[in-house]
């Protein structure tokens, strides 16, 4: 099953991309793919449904992020060993967690605002894990697919000066407005035969910037989930954004970074492309 989301900014309603690439109109009988769709069992009373029976999204409707606005968004730092060669530093022993605003999430072809007096704006495409339902001190790293709802493309776009070089923690640099296209769709789990194999990549006005593939990751999704919820409740809807394979602009010599007009385009496989042009805040 794809999860989507359309409608204007903060109106979004429910809907599911059908067989043929329809997206079907579900708000009749949903209200949104939210903490308490997925916690009263919501995916399993979506798949019985018949999708012909619903109508069809009109296609000059706006897609809007896969899901509704999560709790949290959690992120891992250099977690792809590639990437950490690229930013010259070690394979970390646990993961490097840290959190961006829930309010960064927008759909999948929306504008990336350049943030005002933003000279470094990054790109990072990752693969995005949804919650599926409430998880705390899981036991066993095998029992952490039960608690997950599916994946997605999650774009953890970055601002290098503001994370890096004015004081503190990465918040100030992660949580710009539209700092986190996500979708076009959630995929759910059943679906992906093998999240640990899934090819990747993003390119800015049409040159290649990054290629990856999740068999890289030094931390894989299930170990992500059970690590995580030692330390927080993992609450359904959450987003965990997994990390990013290398090519990012803060790795190149010298680097480069995103400017108003410049186009972004990030596919994973199974999941999806999204589409961005970079505007000024």
């Known amino acids: 099953m794809k999860l989507i989301r359309f409608g204007s900014y903060k109106n979004e309603k429910p809907g599911v991309l059908d067989e043929n690439g329809r997206r079907k109109d579900l708000s009749s009988l949903f209200v949104d793919w939210n903490y308490e769709f997925f916690m009263n069992d919501g995916l399993r009373k979506l798949a019985d449904i018949d999708l012909s029976a619903f109508p069809d999204v009109p296609e000059q409707e706006r897609w809007g992020a896969c899901v509704a ?14 990437h950490a060669a690229e930013s010259g530093m070690p394979v970390p022993p646990e993961p490097i967690v840290f959190q961006k605003g829930a309010n960064t999430v927008v759909g999948p072809y929306d504008p990336v605002l350049i943030p005002r007096k933003s000279v470094k704006t990054d790109w990072e495409i990752e693969l995005g894990i949804v919650i599926g339902k ?3 001190y899981l036991e066993n790293i095998e029992d952490a697919p039960a ?9 953890d776009v970055s601002e290098r000066e503001f994370q890096l070089e004015r004081g503190g923690q990465w918040t100030k640099g992660k949580s710009c407005d539209n700092f986190n ?3 076009p769709y959630l995929v759910t789990a059943d679906e992906i035969k093998d999240v640990n194999n899934l090819s990747m990549s993003l390119l800015v006005n049409g040159e290649v910037m990054q290629i990856g593939n999740t068999d890289t990751m030094i931390f894989d999704c299930n170990y992500l989930v059970h690590y995580l919820s030692q330390f927080m409740t993992l609450e359904a809807g959450d987003l965990i954004s997994t990390g990013t394979p290398p090519g990012v602009g803060l790795g190149m010599k010298p680097p480069k970074y995103l400017q108003s ?13 999204q589409k961005q042009v970079c505007e000024s805040a």
């Open 69 to 82: 606005r999560p709790g949290k968004i959690i992120c891992i730092g250099l977690n792809y060993s590639d």
């Open 147 to 155: 608690y997950i709802a599916g994946y997605c493309i999650s774009h």
């Open 261 to 273: 007009g410049d186009v972004v385009e990030l596919t994973i496989q199974g999941l999806g492309v």
């Open 181 to 183: 296209p996500l979708g």
């Open 134 to 136: 409430d998880v705390r």
